[in-house]
């Protein structure tokens, strides 16, 4: 399995029909979720056909589905049943998800050069973040404005980056999922104190770069809830 890379998984149909009520089911559904992330691929749920199963397959971890119950209509539009929203007073205290506070990223392919990230940076002044990405526009790098700015700054650092991988340069993206809170997301960017300030990369269920929160952003509605 690890050898062969697979971007999906798909869990079996007849599972999928078992869902909810068969904790047997939840529980096979449970560990393919757990196995896929852990080789970076993608869980997928067929032959949906009820509300419940959309329900139970989303708590589960699986973000892809498809079936009778998301065909189009006559309309020809697809409906898709959302997760109930979680009211609660503790919920409420966790702030926002980042998904409401986020900021278009400037991303570059992950094979650009440093001198193209250079240019990305002078191109505006207040871009704070070069986020590079593969063909899936998933991140694969995250490029701080200070520190890559000053590698270039010291003597001979356009020479000796600038015709080189911007990848050599970059720290591993800080990603957080579009439905993160703010006091969650909050947590997530203090755990490196090197990098406490680095913008947060937003991503979707299929891990693709959505846009960057900046930390800043963070204390603003962390502050705000505390007051």
């Not at 119950?69 to 109930?84: F, M, S």
């Amino acid at each position: 399995v690890t050898d062969s890379a697979p971007y999906l998984v798909g869990l079996d149909a007849e599972l999928v029909t078992r869902l909810p009520g068969d904790h047997r089911a939840a529980a096979v559904a449970r560990a393919v979720v757990a196995l896929a992330r852990g080789i970076g691929a993608h869980v997928l749920a067929p032959g949906v056909e009820r509300e419940a199963q959309v329900a139970v397959a989303r708590g589960l971890g699986v973000r892809l589905a498809h079936g009778p119950l998301l065909a189009p209509g006559p309309d020809g539009k697809i409906r898709v049943p959302l997760p109930v929203a979680d009211e609660s007073p503790a919920t409420l205290m966790l702030g926002p998800r980042v998904q409401e506070l986020l900021l278009p990223a400037v991303t570059l392919p992950v094979g650009a050069k440093a001198e193209e990230a250079v240019a990305a940076f002078g191109h505006e002044p207040t871009i704070t973040s070069v986020i590079l990405v593969d063909e899936y526009q998933r991140p694969k790098g995250s490029l701080d404005r200070s520190r890559f700015l000053l590698s270039f700054a010291a003597r001979y650092g356009h020479a000796l980056h600038g015709s080189k991988p911007a990848q050599r340069l970059a720290d591993p993206p800080r990603t957080v999922p579009r439905t993160t809170p703010a006091i969650a997301a909050m947590q997530a960017a203090g755990r490196d104190a090197a990098r406490v300030y680095d913008d947060l990369v937003v991503t979707d269920e299929l891990n693709r770069c959505l846009g960057i929160v900046r930390v800043s952003d963070l204390i603003r509605q962390v502050a705000a809830i505390r007051n």
